[in-house]
């Protein structure tokens, strides 16, 4: 296994948007459409997809800041 992370952009977003959590999760956390766009919109906000080699597993929001 070789995880990865990588910058969100035109390749990759619509990707991640059909990425989902568990039903049993969904109340926890925002849709990644949400925070996409949230990210666009605050500049502390960027967003990350997790690959497993070259399959898309998870996606992020750093907002550390670095």
């Known amino acids: 296994m070789s995880v990865t992370l990588k910058e969100i952009d035109q390749n990759n977003w619509e990707e991640c ?3 989902k959590v568990n039903e049993s999760q969904e ?3 925002d849709s990644n ?3 996409l766009l ?3 919109f605050e500049s502390s906000h960027f ?4 690959y497993n080699n070259e399959v898309m597993v ?4 750093d907002i550390s800041g670095n």
């Open 33 to 35: 459409v949400y925070s």
């Open 27 to 29: 109340k926890f956390i």
């Open 47 to 50: 967003p990350l997809a997790i």
């Open 17 to 19: 948007i059909e990425l």
């Open 58 to 61: 998870g996606f992020l929001i």
């Open 38 to 40: 949230e990210s666009k």
